[in-house]
């Protein structure tokens, strides 16, 4: 079983100050879908979709942000195909365990099992579902070429 290909418009939600580098990874050495200083860009398919993933983390004291819209054409491992998380022995449920308790508990977060078979596997990145509601989705690029990845600032609404 062949990878998902997506090509489409995406957004990340980043602080103004950072706008200029909606591109680069992630800045924390470890999240949810990346460990050890693993590179990785999260984004979804929807300007509001890209609020409900950022909500937990953010505070009333944090600087304005801006959501950035990304043009991207990669190809990825979609969690929701049975027939690929087969292929990559890939158990979905390990991405909807909560990674933060894990982590708390000095455990490796089950999540990253995850996300380093589908590297393993070749994919320049994942589709997964929101937790709180599975119908929403989200992708994570662990490997994104960004002489093909274009981006635009959009008004972030506050």
């Known amino acids: 079983m062949g990878l998902s290909h997506l090509d489409g418009l995406f957004y990340r939600i980043v602080p103004a100050a950072r706008a200029d580098q909606a591109l ?3 800045v924390s050495p470890e999240g949810r879908f990346h460990h050890s200083g693993q590179p990785t860009l999260y984004v979804s398919p929807r300007p509001d979709w890209a609020e409900h993933a950022i909500a937990t983390y953010v505070r009333d004291t944090d600087p304005p942000r801006v959501i950035c819209e990304l043009r991207l054409t990669t190809k990825v491992l979609d969690l929701r195909d049975p027939a690929q998380c087969t292929a990559a022995q890939i158990d979905p449920a390990l991405a909807a365990i909560p990674w933060l308790p894990q982590r708390a508990e000095g455990l490796p977060a089950s999540s990253w099992t995850v996300s380093d078979r ?5 994919a320049d990145g994942m589709i997964y579902t929101a937790r709180s509601e599975p119908s929403r989705w989200h992708l994570v690029l662990f490997r994104w070429p960004e002489a093909s990845l274009t ?6 609404p506050q």
């Open 24 to 26: 680069a990874p992630a």
């Open 151 to 156: 981006g635009r600032l959009l008004a972030y």
């Open 118 to 122: 589908a590297r393993a596997f070749g």
